[in-house]
């Protein structure tokens, strides 16, 4: 059997283990090593997983992970999330759809902080809902709005996929961060714009709030000054030179840690249960990173990604349709996959097709606007069926929604993507811009 038809047989493969509820670092790690095994033999393997394991975890560059998720640990345990909604509700709540517009804000303002969707939808669900609720919001709008704001944790910087994806693709962070930053925020505006339609076409999903006055507002912003401090101590830092990403997520994570203590009354069982809650989520991913290395092992053995950029560099297609093609594969896999594993699996796989293509870009540009494309792909596959992560959290606060009602209201966000995706693939100054800038 040739290398080709045993990477090929491989997906299927992995896809069949997560059906059967296999997680997903466990069924990496089965199929590489069945597939290193069948390509290279017993011995090879074990003098891989010998050194292997140990050059990936060794890496100074992934202690960012745990420092960024202890950060959002801590954002948690400091309120920041119902100080951002309601700095965003004192400002927009008095407009038709105001109070989920203001949903939306706080997620982004929280993402920014977070750094993970799942936190930021599970997070801001329990600080909004209830207002969205008491305003007479309808459950699809509500739950909709919440489950697509929740997507908004990985695109906006700092994030754990971006970072993810800067270290598979030997890529700067912080140029990524700076480029991620005004999709980011196209895609705040642009579920906004989604809200205000649907509240236009149905007066009654989303009534308008009260009008606050003026000390209100001033209250409200005074509240969240150390959030944006933060944010700009962070992403100032990285690209200002002042640290690395790693020492500014250690600031990072220490200011939050401060704030959690002096706002949120953060004392020894809170302490502990944010590092509890970080070594998990650390555990989870860097076994889905294990198994990433030794599945795209595997396929290194097999030259499959070799052979398929030589294939389509050959096949005289146009750039841009081999793009679509792998952006629409993007899409099917987050029907069954999560973000992170998606880019882990996908990258050293596409990422050296969209290389060798020329879009009229420096290879440095090429690889950044791809990863903001990829990140705003992947995140779309959070709240698509019949996964839809942040859909099935948003669903666990929000029980007296049925799960249909909740999938039927990230419809218009979804269009709303779809139309943000076609703006990025037609100007990919929008993601460069700023980079180019600065």
């Known amino acids: 059997m040739s290398g080709m038809t045993l ?5 299927p493969a992995l896809l069949l283990l997560l059906a059967l509820r296999i997680p997903i670092g466990v069924a990496l790690l089965t199929i590489g090593g069945a597939g290193y095994i069948a390509m290279a033999g017993w011995m090879p393997l074990l003098g891989y997983l010998k050194t292997g394991p140990y050059a990936l975890f060794s890496s100074y560059t992934l202690s960012v992970v745990p420092l960024f998720l202890l950060m959002g640990q801590f954002a948690a345990k400091a309120g920041i999330s119902q100080a951002l909604f309601t700095a965003a509700a004192a400002f927009l709540g008095h407009r038709r ?40 919001y309808s459950g699809r709008l509500a739950t909709g709005t919440l489950a697509a704001g929740g997507t908004l944790g990985i695109l906006i910087p700092p994030s754990v996929v971006l970072v993810i994806y800067a270290i598979l693709t030997e890529q700067n962070i912080a140029s990524l961060f700076v480029a991620a930053f005004v999709p980011g925020i196209l895609a705040a505006l642009f579920y906004m714009l989604a809200i205000a339609v649907v509240v236009r076409l149905d007066p009654a999903a989303g009534p308008a709030g009260p009008r606050r006055n ?122 069954v996959m999560d973000s992170l594993s998606m880019i882990l699996l996908t990258v050293p796989i596409f990422f050296p097709i969209v290389m060798a293509l020329d879009f009229g870009l420096t290879p440095d540009e090429t690889a ?65 811009w700023l980079l180019r800038v600065m």
């Not at 804000?105 to 750094?115: K, L, N, T, V, W």
């Not at 600080?127 to 007479?136: F, I, N, Q, S, T």
């Not at 494309?373 to 698509?384: D, F, K, M, N, Q």
């Open 97 to 136: 759809g105001g109070i989920a517009m203001a949903a939306i804000g706080g997620c982004a303002g929280f993402g920014a902080i977070c750094g993970s969707s799942l936190a930021t939808a599970a997070t801001m669900a329990q600080v909004a809902l209830p207002e969205l609720k008491r305003h007479g």
């Open 7 to 11: 990477a090929l047989l491989g997906f």
């Open 368 to 432: 950044i606007w791809f990863g903001i494309l990829a990140l705003t792909v992947v995140e779309i596959g959070l709240i698509t069926p019949p996964v839809g992560l942040n859909v099935f959290i948003i669903n666990q606060a929000a029980r007296d929604v049925p799960m249909l009602e909740t999938f039927k209201g990230v419809l218009p966000f979804l269009a709303a993507d779809a139309l943000r995706i076609a703006l990025l693939l037609a100007l990919p100054g929008l993601s460069l």
């Open 214 to 335: 003026a000390a209100e507002r001033l209250a409200a912003l005074a509240a969240i000054w150390p959030v944006g401090l933060i944010f700009l101590l962070v992403i100032g830092g990285i690209y200002g030179g002042w640290f690395t990403p790693t020492e500014a997520a250690a600031v990072g994570a220490f200011g939050t840690g401060v704030l959690a203590v002096l706002r949120g009354g953060m004392r020894l069982a809170g302490l502990v249960a944010c590092i509890k809650g970080t070594a998990e989520a650390t555990a989870m991913i860097f076994l889905v990173l294990l198994g990433a290395e030794l599945f795209n092992a595997f396929l290194a053995l097999t030259r499959m990604p070799v052979e398929a950029a030589g294939i389509i560099g050959g096949s005289g297609l146009a750039p841009m349709i081999v793009l679509l093609a792998i952006l629409a594969l993007y899409l099917l896999l987050g029907c």
